[in-house]
């Protein structure tokens, strides 16, 4: 468990606009793994000035349970006039916060009218007196990695000598090509400290829509209010002809137009739909004008979503505001916040940061813990993960997410001027997306000619493959055969049978696995648990039930559960007889017999099995009763009612299911699947496709 004195850690700069507020949000996001109790303290803000973004930031993150006042210390104004009392308040306010929270983590100051130096001591004296390690955030902008080096020296001695203990150098915005030549600068002026390079993110620093339009004093003609917060990338100013604007758009790009020029507007917008050309963030239209009537019928009628924006200012003071509208990371865009996360997750190894703080896992793990290590294990060793159905919009607006985190590369089935065309239109930026028809030609013959070898003595030509293998599921399924795909996530548009049936035949069991069964990954409050089999066996064999208690303990392993198998009966031990409890007696004797080295215990009710009251008086001597985390349900009727009944009453999180005994990861989605339900699918695919390799590396290693 975490130890019972509170572990801050102190973001600081020596500087400004470094970017340690997107540092601080990736190191929560890092401890949120690991306990229930984050918090986050600001010992100095300006109170007059509107709310800090910071704080409203980190104090928005799902796994802070924390308002904006109770996460801030005192005034710059009175650590300017008053330094000790301020000092004294700040660590009294710190020690109040310690009590409630396992981890805290400090944002230093960010005021500009103190010089630099001055700024350093203060922030390592507070540092130093909280007893907290410190994470020293530079910014790389416009510097040579010498120069970045020596600032980094002078950082390090100055906290040091303030008896404050640096533990990471991290360079934030950087350019990309030097992010090696700069670390090669730093470890050497830094010894015994971590460093880390995180090269300059546009999508982080741009502003957002409704700054580009708060800085054109500009009003709203018409858009979706969702799109903004959507990031603005860079302007194209409209002041040519169609085709020559056309060329120059960019990816979330906004365009300003003359507001007089309305024979662009419906170029533009044709643009936005088509899919063939990068999606706009924004249209602004300049010089007051009034866009004619019979213009706004034309363009309201082909789209309702990319915002129009209308401003006063001239084309030129227009795209002037523009240019220095710059963006900052703040709570309210998801583009934004992802952005962040991969950044950090990417290039700073949280897991040598955290080990440096001496953060050990708590034994409570809740839904957000659960969900924040599984992100954080798919983006250690990033998966292909093809999705058959891509047109579906829940689908893009999950794959945008995914990519986004940078938790897995994702292909897409369909075709490709359709999909991007309908995510456009949609909003969502899935341009690293890799998109594939199921016609393509090259792709088509390929696996034709493979899926006719496998299934040729059930009879099936190579004229027969064709025809099948132009079914998403089919072409799915081969991709990951192939090995062109690391797994398969599909369902959201397709029934179950759908989805499965081409992994019985092309993919088929792994060695040893008697069956495909599933599991549900159920996060209660306070743990994770393993329910088995819920959607795949109506009524499974002795034989069979084993196998799914041995793949199911493999599976909790796989997600770091340690396994300890209840084998579940309307009865415990000896006490009941008949043929539904002798198969679930026999099942647990093979899964002893198989597998000595797991904890199993059967037949027990599911009480004994979960409540160490009940397990004392029923199984007192066993090692699983009361303390279970995997249950094997006895049929598939109760394994699907128990399922969702714990879901519905209890208030879980039931992830899955999650297909195992397949040769390689596919997994099925529920029509009336989530959004977050089919990237949480698309991440658990991605963790077994890891496992999947490193068990071809030890069998290759092995032979």
Excluded at 227 to 255: K, Q, Y
Excluded at 360 to 366: A, F
Aim: hydrophobic share 45%; aromatic share 4%.
């Amino acid at each position: 468990m975490l130890r019972d004195v509170t572990q801050s850690v102190y973001i600081a700069s020596p500087e400004g606009m470094t970017g340690k507020s997107m540092v601080a949000f990736g190191l929560l996001e890092a401890l949120a793994s690991r306990s229930d109790r984050v918090g986050v303290y600001r010992p100095v803000v300006k109170a007059d000035h509107a709310r800090d973004y910071a704080v409203d930031l980190l104090t928005s993150h799902p796994a802070v349970d924390q308002d904006y006042d109770d996460a801030i210390g005192v005034d710059h104004q009175l650590l300017l006039s008053d330094p000790d009392t301020a000092h004294e308040r700040i660590l009294s306010r710190h020690r109040d916060l310690a009590e409630r929270y396992s981890m805290l983590v400090v944002l230093g100051s960010d005021y500009d009218d103190l010089a630099n130096p001055t700024e350093m001591a203060f922030n390592a004296e507070v540092a130093a007196n909280m007893g907290a390690p410190v994470v020293l955030v530079l910014s790389g902008l416009d510097r040579s990695p010498d120069q970045i080096a020596a600032l980094a020296a002078v950082s390090v001695s100055e906290f040091s000598a303030h008896h404050a203990a640096p533990i990471a150098v991290v360079v934030n915005r950087a350019e990309i090509e030097s992010l090696d030549a700069i670390e090669a600068a730093v470890a050497p002026r830094a010894p015994g400290v971590l460093v880390a390079v995180i090269p300059e993110n546009p999508v982080i620093m741009a502003p957002t829509v409704q700054e580009v339009k708060d800085a054109v004093d500009g009003s709203l003609l018409q858009g979706n209010p969702e799109w903004m917060d959507r990031v603005s990338i860079g302007t194209v100013i409209a002041a040519m002809s169609l085709p020559n604007v056309l060329s120059r758009l960019t990816e979330n790009c906004t365009v300003i137009a003359p507001g007089d020029r309305y024979d662009l507007l419906p170029g533009l917008i044709m643009a936005q739909q088509s899919g063939t050309f990068p999606s706009l963030s924004s249209i602004v239209l300049t010089g007051g004008y009034d866009v004619p009537e019979e213009v706004l019928r034309l363009i309201t009628g082909v789209q309702q979503d990319l915002p129009i924006i209308a401003s006063d200012l001239s084309t030129f003071d227009t795209a002037v505001r523009v240019d220095r509208t710059r963006g900052r990371l703040r709570a309210g865009s998801g583009q934004k916040m992802d952005a962040a996360r991969r950044a950090v997750a990417e290039h700073l190894p949280t897991s040598e940061v955290l080990a440096a703080l001496e953060v050990s896992r708590s034994e409570v793990v809740t839904p957000m813990m659960f969900e924040f290590e599984l992100l954080a294990r798919a983006r250690g060793e990033k998966k292909t993960i093809v999705l058959p159905e891509g047109d579906e919009p829940r689908i893009l607006a999950a794959a945008e997410a995914i990519l986004a985190r940078g938790v897995a590369d994702l292909i897409l089935l369909g075709e490709e001027n359709q999909i991007r065309a309908k995510a456009s239109q949609l909003g969502h930026d899935i341009s690293e997306a890799r998109i594939v028809s199921p016609q393509d030609p090259e792709h088509l013959e390929r696996y034709a000619t493979e899926y006719a070898r496998l299934r040729a003595k059930k009879g099936v030509t190579l004229d027969q493959a064709r025809a099948t293998i132009q079914d998403v599921s089919y072409f799915g399924t081969m991709m990951v055969q192939m090995g062109e795909a690391d797994g398969m996530v599909s369902g959201a548009a397709h029934s179950t049978a759908h989805t499965i049936r081409p992994s019985f035949e092309i993919i088929k069991t792994k060695p040893g696995a008697q069956i495909v069964s599933s599991v549900f990954l159920m996060a209660l409050e306070d743990r994770v648990l393993v329910y088995g089999d819920c959607a795949v066996n109506p009524d499974p064999t002795a034989v069979q039930l084993a196998d799914i208690a041995a793949q199911s303990a493999a599976t909790a392993e796989q997600f770091g559960i340690a396994p300890r198998i209840a084998m579940l009966s309307y009865s415990t031990g000896t006490s009941g007889t008949g043929a539904d409890v002798d198969k679930v007696r026999e099942a647990t004797e093979i899964v002893r017999s198989a597998n000595p080295g797991l904890d199993v215990e059967g037949p027990i009710q599911y009480d004994a099995a979960v409540d160490a009251s009940v397990a004392k008086t029923k199984l007192p001597d066993s090692s699983v009763a009361g303390r279970a985390t995997v249950f094997v349900f006895p049929d598939l009727n109760t394994g699907n009612n128990t399922y969702k009944a714990v879901q519905r009453s209890a208030g879980a999180i039931a992830i899955g299911p999650v297909l195992q005994g397949l040769n390689k990861p596919v997994n099925d989605l529920s029509r009336g699947a989530l959004v977050d339900d089919i990237i949480n699918t698309v991440v658990i695919t991605a963790i077994q496709a890891q496992a999947e390799s490193a068990r071809l590396a030890d069998s290759a290693a092995e032979n």
